[in-house]
């Protein structure tokens, strides 16, 4: 085991205390509760073994937090990683994207029906193809553009135009393929309808609401949060974020996000089974409107290098990882292999020896790279 000093917090082991000039109360607090892994129905030997077994085979952990019934039962940095640390969350940005699309469809902004050209007449091809014409919202939430090979647009390039001149030999709808760039579409479609970007439009309504801090999100050379990637988080952010989808987007009392959007977004909108997956079968069970269908009746977001926000609703938790490794199913593997059948019904009798020994286990973490 790779041992080392590395940020710590597991509240049971120690005292939790909230406090605030204001006298906010807990309900109202922008952190999330804590609790005791036994509290909450899991062994802490089984976080035991699933930190080990994380720290053993995925070349490079650098953090997680269980979250069970809405408080955090264990929560981990590889050092030199730590709590108040933002982490890039490559493709995992793009589930924050289509929450966008969402609240904006629910303003009355867009439909998704709407076809991508009404955003942007004066960036289309001269002469668009039918295939082009017929590509709606809906399509770029799905990954089912039909474009094939994908648009890369680079630094010298307008974003759009570059997106719109690609080739869409297949009927939109009709064929997954993963495409970032068509996230970038709906960031800018986003920005077109509201006047800002998705950073600014979200910052009012979900992350203000949640307590995400000053998050930053990188921009296109038009000025165009980056939609597919480039959002940088604190690993309790991403928590909280798939917390509030486990609550049908509901936070402190009041409804950020339609639970009617949520269901149809972590749903599987379209059939993923036929695409290239290395023989990853999490990566095989349908596509949502930008989340992927996971077994054992899960969905995630995730992105490149093993950043994971897995939520779990049948057990009501939430797994957040984030990590630098290139085998993403063997790391989401050990939560299925170590954490889903530990989630016990009913809470369990504290154990204090293998409380202790979660501690030790924590706080001495280390990443490679």
């Known amino acids: 085991m790779r041992f080392s000093f590395a940020l710590i917090s597991l509240l049971g082991f120690g005292q939790f205390m909230l406090e605030s000039s204001s006298g906010q109360d807990l309900e109202q607090a922008t952190t999330l509760p804590r609790a005791t892994p036994e509290s909450q129905g899991i062994a802490s030997t089984a976080i035991i073994n699933f930190a080990k077994a994380a720290d053993e085979s995925v070349d490079s952990m650098h953090s997680f937090m269980i979250v069970r019934h809405g408080n955090v039962v264990a929560e981990a940095w590889w050092s030199p990683e730590a709590a108040e640390k933002p982490h890039v969350l490559w493709s995992l940005s793009k589930s924050f994207t289509s929450t966008a699309v969402g609240l904006a469809v629910e303003d009355g902004l867009l439909d998704i029906d709407d076809p991508v050209l009404k955003f942007f007449p004066d960036d289309a091809p001269q002469d668009p193809s039918d295939h082009l014409k017929a590509m709606r919202v809906r399509d770029l939430l799905t990954m089912t553009t039909g474009q094939e090979p994908l648009p890369r647009p680079t630094e010298n390039d307008h974003w759009v135009k570059t997106f719109l001149a690609a080739p869409v030999p297949h009927q939109p709808g009709t064929k997954f393929l993963y495409n970032t760039p068509a996230t970038y579409m709906q960031s800018a479609i986003v920005q077109k309808v509201t006047g800002e970007t998705v950073l600014d439009y979200l910052t ?55 639970a009617d959007w949520i269901r149809l977004a972590t749903s599987k909108q379209t059939e993923n089974a036929d695409a290239p997956s290395g023989g990853s079968p999490d990566w095989r069970q349908g596509y949502g409107f930008q989340f992927w269908r996971c077994r054992h009746g899960v969905y995630r977001g995730d992105g490149k290098d093993g950043q994971f926000c897995v939520v779990m609703p049948e057990q009501d938790t939430v797994v957040v990882m984030t990590a630098n490794t290139r085998d993403l199913q063997k790391q989401l593997g050990l939560v299925w292999e170590h954490l889903l059948p530990a989630l016990d019904q009913n809470a369990l009798p504290e154990n204090e020896t293998a409380k202790a020994e979660l501690t030790t286990v924590l706080s001495n973490l280390k990443a490679t790279r």
């Open 204 to 258: 009012p309504r979900l992350f203000e609401p949640l307590g995400i801090e000053k998050p930053t999100w990188d921009q296109s050379p038009q000025g165009v949060s980056l939609g597919g990637y480039g959002l940088y988080l604190k690993t309790e952010d991403i928590a909280k974020f798939g917390q509030l989808y486990l609550q049908n987007g509901q936070w402190n009392g009041k409804q950020l996000i339609p």
